[in-house]
């Protein structure tokens, strides 16, 4: 599975990259990337700074625009504008990008700054360029900052218009283009990163995208390693069961036909694992036993203290475990928790109180079915269906249900009148003439089934009545 998730990251990897002809805007060297400086305008306005204007003529190898400011008003940066092309003439330039109109010097010409900033006569040209005012909420952004930086950086093939001043007229503008980017694997001019860059022009979608599908992949791969490491220990624990459940029947066996020692199991019963395996293989084996060979077996549970152990599932909070506690008590026929039982038999589990009610009918002596008087809960058909085959397969002696046509709860009542009927207990006729006149009308119809078939004559009088009254 892994390797046809990592045969599907790479056709998706690959298509994107090379998905359609994409038209790439060509570098131009004659755009070059901009160097960004934030005193620009007083560097060629002001004192002269020899040294400065060296190291940025020597960095920009004279053909690298240097951009001074950048504004959001046409306005502000028209007057930026004048002021540096006074100085420097053509050799400034104004782009509109990214929503800013920004101001890049394209050549430092050193002895027209220095003519400029060191007049030999007191009028200095610069005195008339710097006093102009900059509207207010407009201010010149630093070029070094990160909101820049990210305009600069995640700018994908924009359009740039560039104007080059023509005495005092408003600037011309002309279109040049950005040298492309990448992220990652991808051109920033792949479709597939230009349909999300008509959401937003951002591409940190694109790179969280590209983050959560690694990390989702990973994720993959470590779930993919856990499941089959548990799956490995799954199939040697149930090697090992297969394994116990052999040596232990043979082991029961032994001991309850040819008469071994029991202190043999005392090294198994040590170890939970192994305690749960021998319980488990001695409960398989009581269902087949009878007579003196379940009375040995039952002393050995007792001996090695396994009852504990099912009485404590016994009171367990969980459901399952308590269905399993009683199953093991009423296999092995152990009735110190018959009181747990009992207290199920109410139980909002259905599950739960169908197993309390067959472990009670195989842990009492007297009246097995005694419990049904304690039953609030309806009892349903299903549940019904269970005692009965419980009867049969183990053979119970078969109680007087008349006695149950009593029960305040009306679906004990049906199952009395349907054992009635089953075991044919024709003495119970009186009973079943009263419940004749019972105030559910399920009861009634079922009662009036049960006398039918079993030929009660003795109810035709009152079924007369009854059919009088009835609509």
């Known amino acids: 599975m892994k390797y046809r998730i990592l045969t599907i990251l790479s056709l998706l990897i690959f298509a994107a990259a090379e998905a359609g002809p994409v038209a790439k805007p060509p570098y131009s060297a004659n755009h070059p990337s901009p160097i960004y400086i934030t005193d620009g305008i007083a560097l060629i306005t002001s004192e002269m700074n020899v040294s400065r204007l060296d190291n940025l003529i020597s960095l920009s190898r004279d053909i690298y625009p240097i951009q001074i400011a950048a504004f959001r008003l046409k306005t502000n940066a028209e007057r930026m504008f004048s002021k540096a092309s006074g100085v ?6 104004m782009i509109e990008e990214d929503g800013f109109f920004k101001i890049r010097i394209t050549r430092l010409n050193k002895a027209r700054i220095r003519s400029i900033l060191e007049p030999e006569d007191d009028n200095n040209p610069a005195d008339s360029v710097i006093s102009a005012p900059v509207q207010s909420q407009d201010t010149i952004i630093d070029i070094t900052s990160s909101a820049d930086t990210s305009l600069i950086t995640e700018t994908a093939a924009d359009t740039l218009s560039a104007v080059t001043p023509v005495a005092e007229s408003a600037p011309v503008v002309t279109q040049i283009e950005n040298q492309p980017h990448k992220i990652l694997l991808f051109d920033i001019n792949s479709p597939w990163l230009k349909r999300i860059n008509y959401f937003g022009k951002s591409f940190a979608l694109v790179n969280a995208l590209i983050i959560t599908i690694i990390i989702s992949i990973t994720t993959m791969i470590i779930l993919l390693f856990v499941i089959l490491l548990n799956r490995t220990r799954m199939e040697k624990q149930e090697d090992l069961k297969q394994y116990l459940a052999e040596t232990y029947q043979g082991m029961i066996i032994d001991y309850l036909f040819t008469g071994s020692s029991p202190d043999r199991f005392r090294a198994i019963a040590s170890d939970t694992y192994r305690r749960q395996a021998l319980i488990d293989q001695m409960i398989d084996v009581s269902v087949n ?5 379940e009375e040995k077996l039952s002393g050995l549970y007792l001996y090695l203290g396994l009852d504990r152990d099912s009485i404590k599932r016994a009171n367990n909070f969980r459901w399952h475990k308590k269905i399993k506690g009683f199953r093991e008590l009423a296999f092995m026929n152990i009735k110190e928790a018959n009181d747990v039982i009992y207290e199920a038999l109410n139980s909002k589990n259905e599950i739960l109180r169908m197993e309390a009610q067959i472990a009670l009918v195989r842990l009492t002596d007297n009246d097995p079915f005694s419990f049904l008087f304690q039953l609030n809960r309806p009892f349903s058909l299903w549940e019904q269906i269970t005692l009965h085959e419980l009867i049969i397969q183990h053979d119970l002696p078969v109680p007087e249900f008349k006695k149950f046509l009593k029960s305040s709860n009306p679906t004990v009542v049906m199952f009395a009148l349907r054992m009635i009927r089953e075991f044919k207990q ?15 009308p399920k009861v009634r119809w079922l009662a009036v089934q049960v006398a039918g078939d079993l030929e009660m004559r003795s109810t035709l009088e009152v079924m007369k009545r009854m059919y009088k009254s009835q609509d």
């Open 88 to 93: 420097l003439g053509n050799d400034v330039m």
């Open 289 to 293: 036993l009878k007579g003196d060979a």
């Open 426 to 440: 024709k003495d119970a006729e009186d009973d079943l003439r009263d419940t004749l006149e019972h105030p559910s």
